[in-house]
């Protein structure tokens, strides 16, 4: 319970506007108009007008721009809650719920019904004493009034089933959302990772070059013999290679976050803002009570208990149904017209189902039995629950290791491949271009693994927070 924040109470509450409300504005819209304002009051007149107008339209250009220049991670959190149809499908499944709360509340209530009724008559006698047409119109006006004082529970039970309903809808559109944006934390970092080797490649690419003429430079001086050339032109071959497959990879990342972001074909992503790395690391939670708060607090796991609590209801229906029932219902009707009546009633009723050829019992054992399905499937999601806790927790630990054994290999690399490289420029004796080349696959190695363990260690520490249902960055959009 602890882990809705005001977002979610507000969602409570009921208020969320279902329609325009998850529908988002370009913030560039109420900056400019301001300013536009501001400079209409001062200047006042037509010229003026088209001035400020044409201040607001810069303005606005000018935010888009800069908007276009980087993407940051909140930015894009912001535009999947507003853009996302899953999001807003959670919402309205909400909403539904909380109707049928509304709904089943009004069984309480009285209802009051008018009506009007309008007869026309026409009849036409052939022979006798009446012979002749005879028409008539009557117009009856009347008012009923219906109220159901007693029951033997069903109203009740169908009230709080719906309630139970309600939480468990508002349950399960916290943890679409928190899927979602765990989705996008992914694959922001994923398509970061992707840019990142991206650069290793083309950084290993230009060392290549490098090394190839160094290479022939030295064949040139008979430094080098020339079969050393065909490994350095391999090599330089092959890291054009992967620059190519690293660009792929890129494209594929970026695609797929423009689908989850609703982002418009026709236009391209803007440059991704680089993630923050930590240069310190917080402690983690014991998984002894990150398993204990993962069970308090998962959505996933308080929706399946709401439901199956909504489903006792269900049971204690049915086997009313099955069983005796009895109702207490007073009426009043008032008739207008010619004739003013009044009409009151107090009915008691009592009711069993003596033969339906087992219909009602059937329908009693069939809720029971979906209550204990319920309870099944709940016991499952608590030990799946766990298996993802352990899981995350154990990848986030050994993350942490993986980045700092990843940034000391990296150093470790960079030192070497410098010192081979140097050694090949001034000719030391044994440094042959296969020396440089092992260096320089050492450090690409290094990085490639630096930038792997980096967002991996991001995305599970999202992981973990998701696992134990802890609200996600972006939930207060």
């Known amino acids: 319970m602890n882990s809705r924040n005001s977002t979610w109470r507000a969602i409570r509450m009921g208020n969320l506007d ?94 009051v019904t008018p009506s009007f009724r309008y007869d026309t008559s026409r009849s036409e006698t052939y022979t006798g004493s009446f012979a002749g047409v005879t028409k008539r119109s009557d117009g009856t006006p009347q008012v009923t009034a219906n109220w159901r004082l ?18 468990a809808a508002e349950w399960d559109a916290i943890q679409t959302v928190r899927n979602l944006l765990f989705q996008v934390h992914q694959q922001y970092y994923d398509a970061l990772r992707a840019q990142e080797l991206m650069a290793v490649s083309e950084a290993q690419l230009n060392r290549a070059e490098t090394i190839l003429k ?23 071959l092959n890291a054009q290679v992967q620059r190519l497959q690293t660009l792929n990879q890129r494209a594929i990342a970026l695609t797929t976050l423009k689908a989850t972001l609703a982002w418009p074909e026709s ?74 009546s009044d009409q009151r009633a107090l009915t008691f009723l009592v009711s069993m189902p003596l033969f339906d050829g087992n219909f009602a019992r059937e329908s009693a054992r069939q809720a029971r039995l979906s209550y204990d399905a319920f309870e099944a499937e709940l016991v499952q999601a608590e030990h799946q629950a766990r298996a993802e806790i352990e899981s ?18 990296r150093e470790a690399a ?10 090949q420029k001034q000719g030391a004796e044994g440094t042959t271009v296969i020396t440089v080349l092992t260096a320089q696959v050492s450090l690409v190695t290094a990085e490639l693994n630096y930038v792997e363990a980096v967002y991996d260690y991001l995305i599970s520490e ?12 972006g939930e207060e959009s």
């Not at 160094?214 to 330089?236: C, H, S, W, Y």
């Not at 993630?275 to 959505?299: D, H, K, S, Y």
């Not at 960079?414 to 050694?423: M, T």
Request: proline fraction near 4%.
């Open 18 to 111: 279902t329609g325009a409300g998850l529908r988002r504005k370009s913030r560039c819209v109420p900056s400019a108009s301001g300013i536009v304002f501001s400079a209409m009051t001062r200047i006042g007149n037509k010229t003026g007008l088209r001035a400020a107008c044409g201040l607001g339209a810069l303005l606005c250009a000018t935010a888009f721009a800069q908007d276009q220049e980087a993407l940051s991670l909140q930015r894009t959190l912001e535009l999947t809650i507003a853009n996302n149809g899953t999001v807003r499908a959670a919402f309205l499944d909400l909403e539904a719920a909380r109707s049928r709360v509304r709904q089943a509340f009004s069984l309480f209530l009285p209802s």
């Open 150 to 167: 007693l029951d033997s529970g069903e109203r009740e039970w169908s009230y709080q089933s719906s309630r139970r309903q309600a939480s």
């Open 214 to 236: 160094q290479t022939d430079a030295q064949i040139e001086v008979g430094m080098a013999p020339k079969k050393d050339r065909l490994q350095a032109n391999a090599d330089f």
């Open 267 to 340: 236009r391209d992503l803007p440059k991704l803002m680089a993630a923050m790395v930590p240069q310190r690391f917080p402690p983690i939670l014991p998984l002894a009570e990150a398993t204990r708060l993962g069970l308090a607090n998962r959505p996933d796991l308080q929706s399946r208990r709401q439901r199956l609590s909504s489903q006792r209801y269900q049971v204690l229906r049915a086997e009313r149904d099955a069983s005796f029932s009895w109702t207490l219902d007073a009426s009043y009707v008032r008739q207008f017209g010619p004739d003013v």
């Open 392 to 409: 995350a927790h154990v990848s986030l630990s050994q993350d942490i290791e993986r980045v700092h054994a990843a940034i000391a290999a």
């Open 414 to 423: 960079q030192l070497n491949y410098e010192a081979a490289v140097e050694s």
């Open 462 to 473: 999202m992981r973990l927070r998701l696992a134990v249902g802890e609200s996600l960055p």
